[in-house]
């Protein structure tokens, strides 16, 4: 099976809500359990921010006013997970839910090593809030450190009936391949293949190696070769509509030529109008 177990995490934003859709969607096709988490950020209950308020503003003292605090963090909690699990339930599932307070980013990273893959919207409520404005906070963290396969959610909700697999080479990609047909066998969608190179004979080396792979399966496949920026031809053929899903290996080049460069992944994930994959 190719996953048992999905975490979602969940904070009750509308993007939020859109990555319960796709996750009902998901687990209804490959048969697995979805468990919802919401994490309550301690950053928020941390003490400067509100020291400094109640004294501007003439409340109590921080020290009384936490348990305040976190007794409505804690109900806010209990209904964003009601309403996971009242969606689920309504589409016929029968979810987890866990509730957990710490940093965001690490606390998915910790419960999601008890799951096979993650689902995380590209964003989440506090996204203009100091820090979380360009997918570099949580998505990009849960994506880079996580271990798992992370399916990265955008704003709408569309069915799945095709995917698409950018391939490069790298191990992350040939690691993607793998997920991409297992995921084909299994869902019938089909898939196509992409890779982004001027260089002929690297295109025509990777066209026989992912031939060679997908050659014994009994999957419906196609390989297109595109020229061009990786990120901008990815982008521009996700936005094609001709693919509901896209797999990718994540960080597939070195840190330094990310470094100079930027990264095609987060660039994807945080510019596709589609689900992203990915898988290091």
Same mark, same amino acid.
């Given at each position: 099976m190719?996953?048992?177990?999905?975490?979602?995490?969940?904070?009750?934003?509308?993007?939020?809500?859109?990555?319960?859709?796709?996750?009902?969607?998901?687990?209804?096709?490959?048969?697995?359990?979805?468990?919802?988490?919401?994490?309550?950020?301690?950053?928020?209950?941390?003490?400067?921010?509100?020291?400094?308020?109640?004294?501007?503003?003439?409340?109590?003292?921080?020290?009384?006013?936490?348990?305040?605090l976190?007794?409505?963090?804690?109900? &806010?909690?209990?209904?964003?997970?009601?309403?996971?699990?009242?969606?689920?339930e309504?589409?016929?599932?029968?979810?987890?839910?866990?509730?957990?307070?710490?940093?965001?980013?690490?606390?998915?990273?910790?419960?999601?090593?008890?799951?096979?893959?993650?689902?995380?919207?590209?964003?989440?409520?506090?996204?203009?809030?100091?820090?979380?404005?360009?997918?570099?906070?949580?998505?990009?963290?849960?994506?880079?450190?996580?271990?798992?396969?992370?399916?990265?959610?955008?704003?709408?909700?569309?069915?799945?009936?095709?995917?698409?697999?950018?391939?490069?080479?790298?191990?992350?990609?040939?690691?993607?391949?793998?997920?991409?047909?297992?995921?084909?066998?299994?869902?019938?969608?089909?898939?196509t293949?992409?890779?982004?190179?001027d260089?002929?004979?690297?295109?025509?080396?990777?066209?026989?190696?992912?031939?060679?792979?997908?050659?014994?399966?009994?999957?419906?496949?196609?390989?297109?070769?595109?020229?061009?920026?990786?990120?901008?031809?990815?982008?521009?053929?996700? &936005?094609?509509?001709?693919?509901?899903?896209?797999?990718?290996?994540?960080?597939g080049?070195?840190?330094?030529?990310?470094?100079?460069?930027?990264?095609t992944?987060?660039?994807?994930?945080?510019?596709?109008?589609?689900?992203?994959?990915?898988?290091?």
């Amino acid at each position: 099976m190719i996953a048992e177990k999905i975490l979602i995490p969940t904070d009750g934003s509308d993007y939020g809500k859109t990555a319960i859709e796709y996750g009902i969607y998901i687990a209804k096709c490959i048969n697995a359990q979805l468990i919802g988490l919401h994490v309550v950020d301690i950053r928020l209950l941390q003490g400067p921010v509100f020291t400094d308020i109640s004294g501007s503003v003439g409340l109590p003292p921080y020290q009384e006013f936490l348990p305040v605090l976190q007794g409505g963090f804690d109900e &806010r909690a209990e209904t964003v997970l009601q309403a996971f699990k009242s969606r689920c339930e309504q589409a016929g599932l029968h979810p987890e839910m866990k509730k957990a307070m710490g940093v965001i980013d690490q606390m998915i990273i910790e419960e999601g090593s008890n799951a096979d893959w993650i689902l995380i919207a590209q964003r989440g409520e506090h996204f203009h809030s100091g820090g979380g404005s360009i997918l570099g906070s949580v998505a990009e963290s849960v994506v880079r450190n996580s271990g798992k396969p992370v399916v990265v959610t955008p704003a709408t909700f569309q069915e799945i009936e095709s995917m698409g697999l950018a391939y490069d080479g790298s191990e992350p990609a040939d690691k993607a391949l793998q997920l991409a047909a297992e995921l084909s066998e299994q869902t019938s969608w089909p898939l196509t293949v992409i890779i982004v190179t001027d260089n002929h004979d690297l295109s025509a080396s990777l066209t026989k190696k992912v031939e060679d792979f997908l050659e014994p399966l009994k999957i419906d496949s196609a390989i297109i070769i595109l020229r061009g920026r990786e990120d901008r031809e990815i982008i521009k053929f996700i &936005r094609e509509g001709s693919v509901e899903l896209m797999v990718m290996g994540a960080y597939g080049h070195n840190r330094l030529r990310e470094l100079i460069l930027g990264s095609t992944t987060s660039t994807v994930i945080r510019k596709s109008t589609i689900p992203v994959l990915l898988t290091r």
